[in-house]
């Protein structure tokens, strides 16, 4: 049963505004730091000796929080940007 139904007043219920789950302006970079690493693990199985397989892991283990903060970031920022688009603007908007 969905929440609409149980609730009292529940059909009057809508979203105002659905966000998609896979937005590329939020998720973009952090899918291409994902294929970063992914590309770094897949180098090593070259065989890049002992100081370019450091290397590679390095940036294996690094582009995954790079890619969680810049994804964390990006969808920060896009929501506030809503709620800022979401406020009345101009002299009469405290009138009320």
Do not use: C, Y
Not at 66 to 72: F, G, K, L, R, S
């Amino acid at each position: 049963m969905s929440a609409s139904k149980e609730l009292p007043g529940g059909r009057e219920l809508r979203a105002i505004r659905t966000l998609p789950v896979w937005d590329p302006a939020v998720h973009g970079v952090g899918f291409v730091a994902l294929h970063v690493a992914l590309l770094a693990l897949m180098l090593m199985t070259l065989g890049v000796g002992n100081t370019g397989a450091v290397l590679l892991a390095s940036v294996a283990v690094l582009a995954l929080p790079v890619a969680w903060m810049v994804t964390a970031s990006r969808r920060t920022r896009q929501l506030a940007e809503l709620l800022v688009q979401d406020e009345p603007v101009g002299p009469s908007a405290g009138a009320n």
